[in-house]
């Protein structure tokens, strides 16, 4: 569908589209391994906004990659930093040498000082908020956009719904302009978030089997076979280990992970392993484990990180195709609203 044939979607994420430079206000939140200059590139090229995963990669490779997705694309894409990666600060050095004009910080409370550096070389940034008091410090910190994200996603997650946050973020927060991910699967339900307020949206799940994505085809193939309830949160066994919850389609390397849990679970009750070192090892595992899926196609051991929203994952499809059924969907449902069609 052509920008001009579009009535009602121009203005319903009006704000989106003027933060981002875009045509349309969807984002491809960044996936690690998944997210790199290929798949970025397509999205931004097709009118979407791209969001480069920087994950645990030498800040070296992450300067590479941005120069890579540049050479592909002239149109603006932005760059997701993990707060709690070890190579947190020299990646905030990066963008800002880089001259990257979004950078979106995830992981943890992204850091005051970090916040100050990224807002004084004058990069545009975005953050996710769990909790709405979280958002107001944020917004009084300086951030120019939030990301909610509920638990519908694939990945790490909070143990909120998004048809939850969005109630309770789009109605509270107007300062900034706020993207609603998690559980986005159609332009239908798009339209229906962008009537509360939001500004625009991320998806992850269903650019995975893009043609354009450069994850390996058996990976792509699960997305294709599985169902919503697929898709299952990781559980915390015992509070002496705090874990962060991981949406992915269930197979051994979710089994894996459970073991290895209850593993250190042990190790940190009988005093062996401090409590720390085992959260560390928890997450080296996913990033491992997340590796051998998407790049090795090992979708036996490896993790098949995934969101509910993989019920809307039927084939492997151009990154322009998916981008215009969501547009058409959210178009469509939005006549519908205001008594059209
Ligand atoms: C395989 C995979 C890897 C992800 N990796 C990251 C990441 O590195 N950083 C991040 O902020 N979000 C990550 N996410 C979350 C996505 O950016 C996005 O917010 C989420 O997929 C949206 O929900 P959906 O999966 O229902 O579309 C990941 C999601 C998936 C499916």
């Excluded at 790199?36 to 994950?55: K, P, Q, Y």
Aim: net charge neutral.
């Amino acid at each position: 569908m052509e920008l001009k044939e579009l009535k009602y979607l121009p203005k319903a994420w009006k704000r989106g589209t003027d933060f981002l430079g875009t045509r349309y206000a969807i984002l491809c939140g960044a996936m690690t391994w998944v997210s790199e200059a290929n798949l970025v590139s397509a999205i931004s090229n097709d009118g979407g906004f791209g969001v480069l995963a920087a994950g645990n990669m030498p800040p070296e490779l992450l300067a590479k990659e941005i120069a890579k997705t540049r050479e592909k694309t002239k149109a603006p894409f932005g760059v997701n930093l993990i707060t709690v990666a070890p190579a947190f600060k020299d990646h905030v050095e990066v963008v800002i040498r880089e001259k990257c004009p979004f950078v979106f910080f995830a992981g943890s409370i992204p850091p005051g000082r970090a916040i100050a550096e990224v807002k004084a070389a004058g990069v545009k940034l975005v953050c996710f908020a769990p909790v709405l008091s979280l958002a107001k410090r944020l917004i009084k910190q300086g951030v120019d956009a939030l990301v909610i994200e509920g638990s519908e996603a694939g990945g790490h997650i909070g143990p909120v719904a998004t048809s939850v946050l969005a109630q309770e973020f789009l109605l509270n927060v107007t300062e900034v302009p706020v993207f609603v991910a998690g559980g986005i699967g159609t332009g239908e339900i798009i339209a229906q978030y962008l009537a509360l307020g939001a500004a625009g949206v991320q998806l992850g799940t269903r650019f995975v089997a893009a043609v354009e994505c450069v994850a390996h085809p058996r990976f792509k193939e699960a997305f294709i076979k599985a169902s919503a309830r697929d898709a299952m949160p990781t559980s915390q066994f015992d509070q002496s280990l705090p874990t962060i919850p991981v949406r992915a389609i269930l197979n051994e390397g979710t089994r894996d992970f459970n073991r290895l849990q209850l593993e250190l679970l042990n190790r940190v009750k009988s005093g062996e392993l401090p409590r720390e070192d085992a959260q560390v090892k928890l997450e080296e595992f996913w990033v491992g484990a997340l590796r051998r899926a998407v790049v090795e196609g090992d979708v036996e051991h490896g993790s098949l990180m995934a969101g509910q929203s993989v019920a809307f994952v039927k084939k492997v499809q151009p990154v322009r195709e998916i981008i215009e059924e969501l547009v058409a969907g959210a178009e469509a449902a939005l006549a519908r609203m205001a008594g059209e069609g």
